[in-house]
């Protein structure tokens, strides 16, 4: 089949490059145009865009339209004998009339067990909500956001150390074979009879995009939900909190890497309060949790580079009663 390739993010490229070296025709990619971000007061930088590297490697066509439902993009594509269009971490939703583009529409490849976590993050919302398992599903596209019919599904348990990092990774890795499942259903289609399995809309669930507030630690939760909340946004956008200080500013610090201590339904103390420091040494310090509490092993002050607990407890003096807020 004579496919064209939509994406712009990391987590396409493992099936890009898959169905660049299968017996598939790729026609080329589509991608979002450079953004450039500020980097500082006066210099700009473009975001790598790791789809264009591969396609250019491979000498492939690359169009880069402002909007993919326009009537210029569309223009440029129809002249483009397109049999399937393959959509993964593209970053715009596709229109009826952009999906008619490809003779059997479109798939996507979408980083969840759908009907469950449709939208932007599917990855960092499965792992915050202390899923054990998540998956990839391959859908035929309708216009609707992750709604189409279900052709194809794997799933991938979420280790206890996973991150958002590492779970795309893997999950990338594993919608490798999924789509070219899916590829080879499309290719026997009719093009008209039913194909996939319909999603259940009131199973459906969303995946909101990441907000840097979603990052603020609430310390009444339990040891095991900040753990889950500290990997689902690693690297980005952070969790943090604010040590309290006497007679100085609170102190922003980015938290990195914990570990939960009192897994077994342990509740805080008589007295003590989530977000106070319970135990200090050397080398590592405990905070309570609304349940249970959290060994701080990494973390960033404001201002500071990243570094051990036992590097910040050398340069800030922590107190058994001092608090997180």
Same mark, same amino acid.
Request: with cysteine; net charge negative; charged share 25%.
């Given at each position: /089949?004579?496919?064209?390739?939509?994406?712009?993010?990391?987590?396409?490229?493992?099936?890009?490059?898959?169905?660049?070296?299968? &017996?598939?025709?790729?026609?080329?990619?589509?991608?979002?145009?450079?953004?450039?971000?500020?980097?500082?007061?006066?210099?700009?930088?473009?975001?790598?865009?790791? /789809?264009? &590297?591969?396609? %250019?490697?491979?000498?492939?066509?690359? $169009?880069? @339209?402002?909007?993919?439902?326009?009537?210029?993009?569309?223009?440029?594509?129809?002249?483009?004998?397109?049999?399937?269009?393959?959509?993964?971490?593209?970053?715009?939703?596709?229109?009826?009339?952009?999906?008619?583009?490809?003779?059997?529409?479109?798939?996507?490849?979408?980083?969840?067990?759908?009907?469950?976590?449709?939208?932007?993050?599917?990855?960092?919302?499965?792992? $915050?909500? =202390?899923? &054990?398992?998540? =998956?990839?599903?391959?859908?035929?596209?309708?216009?609707?956001?992750?709604?189409?019919?279900?052709?194809?599904?794997?799933?991938?348990?979420?280790?206890?150390?996973? &991150?958002?990092?590492?779970?795309?990774?893997?999950? *990338?890795?594993?919608?490798?074979? *999924?789509?070219?499942?899916?590829?080879?259903?499309?290719?026997?289609?009719?093009?008209?009879?039913?194909?996939?399995?319909?999603?259940?809309?009131?199973?459906?669930?969303?995946? !909101?995009?990441?907000?840097?507030?979603?990052?603020?630690?609430?310390?009444?939760?339990?040891?095991?939900?900040?753990?889950?909340?500290?990997?689902?946004?690693?690297? $980005?956008?952070?969790?943090?909190?604010?040590?309290? !200080?006497?007679?100085?500013?609170?102190?922003?610090?980015?938290?990195?890497?914990?570990?939960?201590?009192?897994?077994?339904?342990?509740?805080?103390?008589?007295?003590?309060?989530?977000?106070?420091?319970?135990?200090?040494?050397? %080398?590592?310090?405990?905070?309570?949790?609304?349940?249970?509490?959290?060994?701080?092993?990494?973390?960033? @002050? *404001?201002?500071?580079?990243?570094?051990?607990? *036992?590097?910040?407890?050398?340069?800030?003096?922590?107190?058994?009663?001092?608090?997180?807020?």
């Amino acid at each position: /089949m004579q496919i064209l390739m939509m994406g712009t993010g990391p987590f396409a490229v493992p099936t890009f490059e898959a169905l660049i070296a299968s &017996d598939h025709t790729v026609l080329g990619l589509v991608t979002r145009p450079p953004r450039p971000v500020q980097t500082g007061r006066r210099s700009r930088s473009v975001v790598v865009n790791p /789809m264009r &590297d591969v396609a %250019e490697r491979h000498g492939l066509s690359v $169009w880069m @339209p402002e909007d993919i439902n326009g009537e210029e993009a569309h223009q440029q594509l129809q002249a483009t004998a397109i049999d399937l269009l393959v959509v993964c971490d593209y970053g715009q939703i596709l229109s009826d009339d952009s999906l008619r583009l490809g003779r059997l529409g479109g798939i996507n490849l979408h980083a969840s067990l759908l009907p469950a976590y449709r939208g932007a993050a599917p990855i960092n919302w499965a792992i $915050w909500d =202390g899923l &054990d398992t998540t =998956g990839v599903t391959v859908i035929h596209m309708t216009a609707g956001l992750d709604a189409g019919p279900c052709l194809v599904q794997r799933s991938l348990d979420i280790g206890d150390d996973d &991150d958002a990092v590492t779970m795309e990774r893997k999950l *990338a890795d594993l919608g490798v074979a *999924a789509v070219l499942d899916a590829v080879q259903m499309l290719e026997n289609w009719d093009g008209t009879s039913s194909i996939g399995s319909v999603q259940d809309g009131k199973k459906a669930t969303r995946a !909101r995009r990441l907000r840097k507030d979603d990052g603020l630690v609430d310390w009444s939760r339990t040891s095991q939900q900040i753990d889950a909340q500290v990997r689902a946004l690693r690297p $980005w956008p952070g969790t943090f909190t604010h040590l309290q !200080r006497l007679e100085q500013p609170p102190l922003r610090v980015a938290i990195e890497q914990v570990t939960p201590i009192g897994l077994d339904g342990a509740s805080i103390k008589s007295g003590i309060e989530p977000g106070e420091i319970v135990e200090v040494s050397k %080398e590592q310090f405990l905070v309570a949790c609304g349940e249970g509490y959290l060994r701080i092993d990494r973390l960033q @002050p *404001a201002g500071k580079r990243s570094q051990s607990a *036992a590097e910040f407890l050398r340069g800030y003096r922590l107190d058994i009663g001092s608090r997180f807020a």
